[in-house]
């Protein structure tokens, strides 16, 4: 992330957005509104996401909690999602956090687990032992994220741009990937596709 015109970096709201417009769901929103292949191709196809909404508003939760953007995919006719993917974000050059981000996706994870989303239509989602779980933290890479992966026995991506792991109890994958990371790895997965449209 560069510093903007007035000497600032990007908050994260406005990265967000870009992802996933705030206080939105999938209802909301047009297939072209959302960027969330950036992060991974196969969020761009989902039965339902929704941004920065309280988890009393989408499920049976009692928890004001808000997930940055939760998405649930591969949903079948016994409205089993067999994915579900949790996204926090964090502001560029953040060096202080209350909590470490992966521990607060796994919250969110457990609520989730727990409930069942409801849908405006009436429609519900539920999860089971066997859906698979994706939680991803976007933020810088400073000493007190490599703090919080070293503390929590997290493996080093290569070239230093995150950290993964993969919890079995809850049989989620979590990943914690810097914003230059992203942009890297979109730009080397679609070259082809930027050049054709003259981006690049």
């Known amino acids: 992330m560069e510093l903007s015109a007035s000497g600032s970096y990007s908050t994260e709201d406005l990265i967000h957005d870009i992802f996933f417009p705030r206080k939105s769901t999938t209802d909301d929103i ?104 994706y939680c991803y933290a976007v933020c810088d890479i400073n000493e007190k994220i490599k703090e919080f992966a070293e503390n929590a026995n997290f493996s080093e991506l290569k070239g230093e741009l995150g950290y993964y792991s993969y919890n079995s109890k809850l049989n989620a994958h979590i990943e914690v990937l810097a914003f230059d990371k992203i942009l890297s790895d979109a730009k080397r997965r679609h070259k082809i596709f930027f050049q054709k449209l003259g981006i690049i």
């Not at 521990?103 to 032992?129: C, D, F, H």
């Open 30 to 133: 047009d297939f072209h509104e959302h960027n969330m292949w950036l992060l991974d191709e196969r969020l761009a196809f989902h039965s339902f996401a929704c941004s920065d909404k309280p988890l009393n508003e989408v499920s049976d939760s009692a928890s004001k909690d808000r997930p940055d953007i939760l998405v649930f995919s591969e949903v079948d006719e016994d409205a089993i999602a067999r994915n579900v993917s949790i996204i926090e974000f964090k502001k560029p050059q953040r060096k202080d956090f209350d909590e470490d981000p992966t521990k607060q996706a796994l919250r969110y994870l457990r609520q989730i687990k727990e409930n069942t989303v409801k849908l405006p239509n009436g429609r519900v989602l539920m999860t089971n032992s066997t859906t698979r779980f």
